[in-house]
């Protein structure tokens, strides 16, 4: 079962759409096209899911641990080695980006989280994710964020002010 080995999201303006690559351990590519307001969800959904995943009961207490973890799995992630696309051998869903529309996150027998990414018809991508996938997926969408024109100021907090910015 192959992973996923690296992410990449750019602004393309005259999409006005953002273009997220990934590739898999075994040199797969998938190319999605996220608009607007499929942003929103993604990022709403990210939140959701790393706050629950918080043992904490009070809410402040699992954003501002959530925040913190965050914090530490940005410092300690590769962002700065170049996106790997001349490794990629083959693209399960096409070489053109797919445009996604349904956005939702499952839970195995095994506990593990599965995040969905399907467009309105036709097949998309169901892929194992971990904590450190979703923060990293966050940091690419508020960083790639800022080079829009959106007005989605989305920003994962510190823990020594609002844990989460929605804005």
Same mark, same amino acid.
């Given at each position: 079962?192959?992973?996923?080995? =690296?992410?990449?999201?750019?602004?393309?303006?005259?999409?006005?759409?953002? !273009?997220?690559?990934?590739?898999?351990?075994?040199?797969?590519?998938?190319?999605?096209?996220?608009?607007?307001?499929?942003?929103?969800?993604?990022? /709403?959904?990210? !939140?959701?899911? !790393?706050?629950?995943? =918080?043992?904490?009961?009070?809410?402040?207490?699992?954003? /501002?641990?959530?925040?913190? =973890?965050?914090?530490?799995?940005?410092?300690?992630?590769?962002?700065?080695?170049?996106y790997?696309?001349?490794?990629?051998?083959?693209?399960?869903?096409?070489?053109e980006?797919?445009?996604?529309?349904?956005l939702q996150f499952?839970?195995?027998?095994?506990?593990?989280?599965?995040?969905?990414?399907?467009?309105?018809?036709?097949?998309? %991508?169901?892929?194992?994710?971990?904590?450190? %996938?979703?923060?990293?997926?966050?940091?690419? %969408?508020?960083?790639?964020?800022?080079?829009?024109?959106?007005?989605?100021?989305?920003? !994962?907090? /510190?823990?020594?002010?609002?844990?989460f910015?929605?804005?």
């Amino acid at each position: 079962m192959s992973s996923i080995h =690296q992410m990449q999201m750019s602004f393309v303006a005259q999409q006005d759409r953002m !273009l997220l690559r990934l590739n898999t351990t075994d040199h797969a590519e998938f190319r999605f096209w996220l608009t607007r307001r499929y942003v929103k969800l993604l990022w /709403t959904a990210l !939140l959701q899911q !790393l706050e629950a995943a =918080q043992p904490y009961q009070n809410p402040d207490i699992r954003a /501002t641990v959530a925040a913190f =973890q965050h914090q530490q799995i940005v410092e300690t992630s590769d962002f700065k080695t170049e996106y790997r696309d001349e490794e990629t051998k083959h693209f399960p869903l096409g070489e053109e980006p797919i445009l996604v529309s349904r956005l939702q996150f499952k839970r195995t027998e095994q506990k593990t989280q599965i995040l969905c990414m399907h467009p309105d018809k036709g097949q998309g %991508l169901e892929i194992g994710v971990d904590n450190r %996938l979703m923060h990293s997926l966050c940091n690419l %969408l508020s960083r790639c964020l800022k080079s829009t024109d959106w007005d989605l100021p989305f920003e !994962l907090g /510190t823990p020594s002010n609002k844990p989460f910015s929605t804005h």
